[in-house]
DNA sequence: TCCAACCCAGTTTTT
DNA sequence: CTGGGTTGGA
């Protein structure tokens, strides 16, 4: 069972890998241990070259985790290193647990866990714990998520008394954010850019961010690497104790790193400095003296600490080969997409000079695209100047082309990709092996309209992740409020949550008292219920809210974390709260619910499930059904399909407007990067698409088809009409032949979403220059007055719609008029009108829409 | 305190 | 055109 959000999906490592080539590699193949076998000369050397610095530029699909897998089991196999003396870094938990997974494929569980394989974040978060101290902080710290910083912020904001409408609480948080993803401290901002927000309140705000979130023993994600950094460079002595323990690092997606990560591995990765033994100085070392002495004149800490776009360079000669440990950094700077959140291409592109003496690797033989998609990636990627080249090769064969769609307008757009999807259905490829690429996620809804209308089964990959939702944070935050009483912004989320008729005016009340005292809310308000400052209502129910903590908090003490959870969301009125909720999402929120509280078990207790879950929760696993994926460009990372969909290249959308005005020609690179990404998720078929029109903002404008396109070779190309025939097999071209596909499909794909797609088909890309005015995914066209024009040419269509008449008119469909039912997508609703299996529905919360019967349950 | 009518702004996302 | 957030009335 393999589906597409699987780990071992998320790089390819195909089972056809052809053995390593060359004489000598194939001798030491025979000779070495198991594991080696099967790589190829390149991977093997990243393997087997374990000491100093090395690079390895891993193209996309040329098995770059394997290399970081087996170099794991290599370090241990030949002894160098205990799994406790190995950190193995990843971006994501996906990719950790992906390592861990194949780690242990690999060397059959005899090496319990590898407690230094994780990410960033989590490595940074258990560090962290251990000397919370030295950050003014507990060990059982909170770590906020982005609702608990941007309501702390606001309340900052509000007590400087600035507008937050003009400076949001937001972009505040994003400022912080990106200041600390530069590594940067309060101290460390650089004035000007403390300045830009409001009127210059920017680096005191920031500084007051920080005392708070001592205060409430918490961190948010980028305090997790910046006070490590800290802690290392003030205490070279709990550094050094580190630097001893790893002995070997290794670093996953090296080119997302930003300055701080950078940093912290800078500052992990050199020898030990022995107290009798004068260290040359680094990089990471000479910003220590300028934290060490933050007192000092802010102009020194400024010029020193401020590394934008790059910290400062070494100069040759600072450091010796054996200096630095046994680092490798594996990453491919050509899909390097995370510059606007601050990864710092610039860290890989650097990292020779970085690391002087580093070996380089290039991993260019490609296991995964074909010929055609691999030319057609390369020499897109090959218009970018900013990059250390490398060029992908297959062994595979050219397969087919890349093909180039233009569309009408987007509603086209998603008609012919839906079509082609029941077309390559047809043909027996499995949904799973199908993914629709875009660059913002509001193109999706056109596909998901689409697929509706059509009953496609489809997911969505990304959007708010598991433990993001709101449901989670809220029943979170009970669990914290019971964890600690002191946390405030937990209380202050759920206080009103479900409503008790505790609004504004009360919690303000609270806050009030709180700061008077310096107590936390929840002790401010179990003074509050003493006094007659409140309403008698309001007073009711906030007692009664902390008699409930109470009591829930003695229950710790005997009863099991998941079982208090359970208790706590029933008993607190949360999950009925939800129960009564008609929405589309609340049976899924509940399901969440239960999922949350399901995922405790694998904790101790409740302290540790919460230290752990802001770090390790992300989203679940999903359906095992086959479905077509649709995802942007960016979640698209890391995985691959044998078909892929790429809609949407045109001058504004892709690349986009903004960021080539933000970024500029270092923003067009990205975006170009981005392309790169996109082809080369694909193992057999590409598919490009641009549309001449495009609704934005509600308007609709004409769209340019993307520079990317005149940048892709000719030779691995293939222009289609807009609908093609020939990259399925057809002659190409609309007209008569097309028209023979239809018939010959028809008589044995029938399904009515299939024969509304012919329908519109040809109404979109032959009579009618637009479809403008068709209402996204209704049915209108299959019995709309036009249809005829088109059927009285042909026989074909007409058979078609004889066939769904005489559907309709039979009883086929399981519901009756009034009916209520219940849409995964659009929630409750009555069945208004009903023709065959297609079934009008007055939507409770999503108004009046068509869809197939199939999709509804009856409520 | 709550809900409904307005108004405005509008990529990409992980931890 | 949508959704989020704010404002105004009950």
Request: glycine share 10%; aromatic share 8%.
């Amino acid at each position: 069972m393999i589906r597409m959000t699987e780990p071992s999906k998320i790089t390819g490592v195909p089972d056809h890998q052809p053995a390593a080539g060359g004489i000598a590699a194939r001798a030491r193949a025979s000779v070495g241990p198991k594991y080696l076998s099967g790589l190829n000369p390149e991977q093997r050397e990243a393997v087997e070259t374990l000491d100093g610095p090395v690079l390895v530029l891993a193209g996309a699909g040329t098995g770059k985790t394997r290399v970081l897998t087996t170099r794991i089991a290599h370090i241990l196999s030949q002894g160098r290193a205990r799994p406790a003396e190995i950190l193995s870094v990843t971006f994501t938990n996906k990719a950790a647990r992906e390592m861990k997974h194949r780690l242990g494929q690999m060397l059959g569980h005899a090496v319990e866990g590898m407690p230094w394989l994780g990410t960033f974040h989590s490595i940074g978060g258990r560090i962290l714990r251990v000397h919370a101290e030295l950050a003014q902080l507990k060990s059982n710290f909170t770590v906020l998520d982005v609702d608990d910083q941007v309501r702390l912020l606001k309340q900052l904001l509000q007590a400087e008394n600035i507008d937050d409408k003009r400076w949001p609480a937001r972009m505040l948080a994003g400022l912080i954010d990106g200041w600390k993803n530069r590594g940067l401290m309060p101290s460390q901002v650089p004035s000007g850019e403390a300045a830009m927000f409001a009127n210059g309140k920017g680096g005191k705000l920031y500084t007051s961010y920080q005392e708070r979130l001592k205060i409430l023993n918490a961190a948010d994600f980028g305090d997790l690497l910046l006070e490590n950094i800290r802690i290392f460079r003030e205490h070279p002595d709990i550094l050094r104790q580190y630097q001893q323990r790893f002995k070997f690092i290794l670093v996953d997606e090296y080119q997302d790193t930003n300055v701080a990560q950078y940093l912290w591995l800078r500052l992990l990765s050199q020898a030990p400095a022995s107290p009798s033994f004068a260290s040359p100085r680094l990089r990471g070392e000479a910003d220590t003296r300028s934290v060490a002495g933050e007192g000092d004149s802010p102009s020194t800490e400024l010029v020193e600490a401020a590394p934008h776009p790059s910290p400062l360079p070494v100069k040759d000669g600072e450091r010796e080969k054996n200096h630095v440990k046994n680092i490798c950094c594996v990453g491919d700077d050509d899909q390097s997409i995370y510059g606007w959140r601050g990864a710092e291409v610039d860290n890989i592109l650097r990292f020779e000079h970085d690391f002087p003496g580093a070996k380089v690797i290039r991993l260019e033989r490609n296991y995964r695209s074909t010929g055609h998609i691999l030319a057609a990636a390369s020499h897109l990627i090959a218009h970018n100047e900013g990059r250390l080249g490398k060029t992908l090769r297959t062994e595979d064969q050219d397969g087919e082309k890349v093909t180039v769609t233009g569309s009408w307008d987007s509603e086209e757009e998603a008609r012919g990709i839906g079509e082609e999807i029941e077309q390559l259905q047809r043909q027996g490829e499995k949904l799973n092996e199908i993914a629709i690429l875009v660059r913002a996620s509001y193109q999706m809804r056109e596909f998901e309209d689409r697929f509706v209308t059509l009953g496609l089964p489809y997911r969505v990959i990304g959007g708010p992740r598991f433990y993001e939702r709101a449901e989670i944070r809220d029943a979170l935050a009970y669990l914290r409020v019971i964890n600690s009483p002191a946390d405030d912004l937990a209380f202050e989320r759920i206080v009103n949550t479900p409503k008790r008729g505790l609004g504004d005016a009360t919690v303000q009340m609270l806050h009030d008292h709180a700061r008077k005292r310096r107590i936390p809310l929840f002790e401010a308000a179990r003074a509050v219920i003493e006094t007659d400052e409140l309403k008698p209502k309001a007073r009711g129910s906030l007692r009664d809210l902390i008699t409930q903590f109470d009591r829930w908090r003695a229950q710790r003490e005997v009863t099991a974390h998941t079982d208090l959870a359970q208790i706590v969301l029933d008993e607190s009125g949360y999950t009925e709260m939800w129960q009564k909720d008609r929405s589309a999402d609340a049976a899924g929120r509940l399901e969440n619910l239960k999922e949350l509280v399901r995922s405790m078990e694998e904790f101790e207790n409740l302290q540790g499930f919460l230290e752990h879950i802001s770090l390790v929760m992300d989203r679940e696993g999903g359906a095992e059904e086959d479905a077509v994926s649709l995802m942007t460009l960016h979640s698209a990372k890391g995985l691959e399909f044998d078909n892929v969909f790429l809609p949407g290249w045109e001058e504004g959308l892709f690349p986009s407007q903004r960021t080539l005005d933000e970024q500029g020609r270092a923003g067009l690179e990205e975006e170009r990067r981005l392309g790169h990404v996109g082809l080369t998720r694909a193992r057999r078929r590409a598919m490009i698409y641009f549309a001449t029109n495009r609704r934005i903002h509600g308007t609709w404008s004409t769209t340019i088809p993307s520079r990317f396109l005149d940048e892709l070779p000719a030779a691995n190309v293939e222009i289609t009409e807009s609908k093609g025939g020939s990259a399925w097999g057809g002659t190409g071209g609309f007209g008569a032949s097309r028209f023979d596909d239809m018939e010959a499909f028809g008589s044995s794909y029938s399904t009515p979403g299939w024969q509304r797609a012919q329908a519109n088909r040809n109404r979109g890309s032959g009579g009618r220059s637009g479809g403008v005015e068709e209402e996204a995914g209704s049915f209108s066209s299959s019995s709309s007055p036009d249809f005829g024009s088109f059927s009285s040419r042909r026989r074909g269509p007409l058979t078609i719609e004889g066939e769904l008449v005489a559907k309709s008119t039979g009883t086929t469909s399981e519901f009756a008029l009034g009916d209520r039912v219940f849409h995964q997508k659009f929630g409750y609703g009555r069945v208004s009108k009903i023709d065959g299996n297609k079934l009008t529905i007055a939507f409770d919360k999503a108004g009046e829409k068509k869809v197939v019967d199939s999709f509804v349950q009856r409520a």
